[in-house]
């Protein structure tokens, strides 16, 4: 980022800054917040024990964990998706919270009482809480009163019905005397509501070496896109994203000649974290964006381009189950489709990954439409996140992802196989390439037969689909190849973390599908270059095609003929008699391909397709 800081204060103490920011969201992982917040997400009703390392809102580890030692029931989503703007919580963080219920004739749940415990803490400092709920569209009163204690107790009730501004606060705790805090929600004085529900929806938790008066914390912003070598197509629309606090209104500016005039876009409020822009109908290879508010600004670190909007796109569509849907990571931004779709689609404008992935499926759900299930097999075909549909929205390349459901339903390796050769059939008739994750380790107990069927369909992946495989496997498995390495375990047994899915985006741009896709979609789009030079019958071709030149050629012509991975399939110099040929298809396949014609002087590029 190329940061500008118009004014700025900071608190430093005697050893550096005085105070620390850690934000915290409480919530569901739909909502999750991105950035350098703290995420909390409970994954069963009435779960404690989970917890989380603190960092700092500048992404340093404050030496915090915070444990859910009293549970909630679970989440609720009707927060506020417009929370004030000079409040230092963003939308993902307010739009939902934890809930629970004082009354059983909810759903027969009981919560008197819900909190978590801070503990790593420094017996020197102080520590205070800035906290916000909300739940709209509801007409009692849903107070909620927090409780801090440690060294000493203090309580602040917050009428979190329809709340978009408020918050409770409560300052200056120091930990009691075996170094801890513990922080209580239930239902305040004023609550109304028959349940008697209580929320806890994000806490800025403030770490100090004095006591503080206030908290509200000094505004930051940074830009996080664009920042530089980007390619965007004009009238397209692309999301501008920062992370901030503190700055009410955002102010978005445009600049198409590397910073020397700005153009005003829209004003936006800064808790959103994003603004819609609408690309500028200029073409251009000095683009920039600059974000301002509370004296404070940030531009794209360097230049991007714009470029006409063709209606081109390139577009791959992946299939799966749980592992490709994005469970397991913290965040949904963590998991690999959401990384990989970020890294092109924030490339280049063109790109465009649909997900039609689902957590359970095995291979039998994204088999053809129509194709037959066999007896024994309680699955059915998916019509809406099958093969079929994927190749009905026109994808240049398809990723199947099926880690270890096949296995874990026992199902053999000879019917995996099976699946995947009518899936390849497909996919082959459509002239779309077909990339497939290997399975990936699972905990499957003492079931040594269901290990047996993961490290087979390695090997049979491999076998199979050749460099179209992708190592999902490798360096993720217990060394008996039952169960995932403790760094690299969502904590389930089944389900990979934020870091295994990391390796496994990294894995998925070393194969350059996003490449492969764009050059073979390029290369189709040829728009019979030269058109006027030839003519050529019939089309689709079934046994020759007849080549006719519009101009006199005298030389020998090369007939070069690629598949839709660019590969040459097929390459022979034929003599041209009065200006025509004959070519023959010979021994190739039934499919769509690229017939290059070419000399010393010219050549001309046209799609064929072969019945």
């Known amino acids: 980022m190329k940061k500008t800081i118009l004014f700025i204060f900071l608190l430093i103490g005697t050893f550096g800054f005085s105070q620390q920011n850690a934000f915290i969201d409480f919530g569901n992982a739909a909502n999750a917040s991105s950035g350098n917040w703290n995420n909390v997400i409970p994954t069963i009703q009435n779960e404690t024990g989970l917890s989380v390392d603190l960092i700092a809102s500048n992404g340093v580890a404050t030496g915090v964990t915070l444990t859910i030692t009293d549970s909630f029931d679970l989440i609720n989503t009707n927060g506020t998706t417009t929370p004030n703007a000079a409040l230092p919580f963003i939308a993902s963080a307010t739009r939902d919270s934890y809930f629970g219920a004082t009354d059983a004739g909810f759903n027969g749940n009981v919560n008197l009482t819900g909190g978590f415990t801070l503990t790593g803490l420094d017996a020197s400092k102080y520590y205070s809480f800035s906290v916000f709920a909300s739940r709209v569209g509801v007409s009692d009163n849903r107070e909620t009163l927090y409780t801090v204690a440690g060294a000493s107790t203090d309580s602040e009730a917050l009428n979190v019905s329809n709340n978009t501004s408020n918050t409770a606060n409560i300052l200056n705790i120091q930990p009691n005397a075996d170094g801890n805090i513990t922080f209580q929600a239930e239902p305040g ?37 664009p920042n530089g070598g980007h390619l965007w197509e004009v009238n397209k629309t692309v999301r501008v994203k920062w992370e901030s606090i503190s700055v009410a209104d955002m102010l978005v500016e445009f600049s198409s000649d590397n910073g020397a005039t700005w153009t005003s876009i829209a004003t936006a409020p800064g808790a959103l974290q994003y603004y819609d822009l609408l690309v500028p109908d200029v073409i251009s290879t000095e683009c920039l964006v600059r974000i301002s508010g509370e004296g404070l600004s940030d531009t794209s670190e360097a230049v991007f381009e714009t470029i006409p909007n063709e209606g081109v796109v390139y ?8 592992t490709a849907f994005g469970t397991g990571p913290s965040n949904p931004d963590h998991a690999w489709v959401n990384k990989y779709r970020d890294y092109l689609e924030g490339g280049d404008t063109r790109y465009e990954v649909v997900n039609l992935a689902l957590g359970g499926y095995a291979t039998y759900e ?17 019509t809406q996140r099958n093969i079929t549909k994927a190749l009905s929205l026109d994808p240049g390349g398809i990723i199947i992802n099926m880690p270890s459901n096949d296995a874990a339903s026992g199902y053999p390796v000879a019917d995996q196989l099976a699946n995947y050769s009518l899936i390849s059939a497909v996919a082959a008739d459509a002239n779309v390439p077909l990339w497939v994750t290997t399975p990936q380790p699972r905990d499957f107990g003492t079931n040594t037969t269901k290990v047996d069927i993961q490290v087979q369909m390695i090997a049979e992946t491999y076998n199979v689909f050749s460099d179209m495989a992708i190592d999902f496997w490798t360096g993720f ?37 996003g490449s492969t896709v764009k050059d073979n979609i390029d290369a189709l789009g040829v728009d019979d270059f030269e058109q006027q030079l030839v003519n050529f019958y019939p089309n689709p071709v079934i046994d020759y095609l007849h080549i006719k030149f519009t101009q006199n050629v005298t030389q020998p012509v090369t007939i070069t003929i690629t598949d839709v991975l660019g590969k040459t399939v097929s390459e022979e110099t034929i003599l041209v008699y009065q200006n025509q040929l004959q070519w023959s298809r010979q021994s190739l396949e039934s499919g769509l391909y690229l017939l290059t014609i070419s000399n010393s002087n010219q050549t001309s590029t046209h799609r064929i397709l072969i019945n």
């Open 366 to 382: 994204i088999l053809p439409t129509g194709t037959s299930i066999p007896a024994g097999v309680s699955r059915t075909v998916d």
């Open 477 to 513: 498995g217990q060394a008996d190849n039952n169960g995932i390495l403790p760094q690299y375990d969502a904590g389930d047994g089944i389900h990979m973390n934020d870091a295994a899915h990391q390796i496994l985006y990294e894995r998925v741009i070393g194969k350059d599908i």
């Open 315 to 322: 577009k791959i569509v992946v299939l799966g189950s749980s």
């Open 189 to 225: 004085d004023n609550n109304n509501n028959s349940s008697g529900f209580f929320y806890l929806g994000a806490v800025q938790l403030i770490i100090s070496d004095e006591p503080i008066t206030n908290t509200e914390p000094d505004p930051e912003l940074t830009l996080t896109y």
